[in-house]
């Protein structure tokens, strides 16, 4: 089981948003409850079971997109965070999962991938975490 929290948002771009985060891990996808302002407080956690290997699961990514609302926006996305492997070695600079299968609390910069030069968009935080049979999740 792959657990994502989105905790909260910081300095995201824009007058009067209404954002909402979208999360997709291994073919599934949940999206937050939309909250109001620059700096939402989701604190929601979203649950991913999955029948892969160890080695499977290294090849999967997770994609964490922030959609803004507002009466000018049309709800576009804001750029998504760039995808991070769950691999634990952190290749490529990824962020990746340390001992205990975690990443607790973390500030997660959002950029847009298409145009890596356009700086930051603001930031997330999230703490993730994968379970295996019988492993207890962190506290």
């Known amino acids: 089981q792959i657990r994502v929290r989105i905790i909260e948002g910081r300095q995201l771009p824009g007058n009067n948003i209404k954002p909402v985060v979208k ?8 999206r937050t409850r939309i909250k109001r302002g620059n700096n939402p407080f989701f604190d929601e956690i979203f649950f991913y079971n999955v029948h892969m290997t160890p080695l499977e699961l290294l090849d999967e ?20 965070v760039c995808h991070f492997l769950m ?14 299968h975690a990443v607790m609390r973390k500030w997660l910069l959002l950029s847009d991938p298409e145009d890596t030069n356009s700086g930051a968009k603001g930031y997330m935080k999230v703490s993730m975490f994968v379970l295996g049979t019988g492993d207890e999740p962190p506290v």
Do not use: L, N
């Open 23 to 30: 999360v997709h891990v291994c073919g599934q996808t949940h």
């Open 61 to 80: 990514t997770v994609s964490i997109r922030v959609r803004k609302t507002s009466a000018y926006s049309q709800g576009c996305w804001i750029p998504e």
């Open 87 to 100: 691999d634990s070695t952190g290749a490529g600079g990824d962020v990746c999962f340390i001992s205990g």
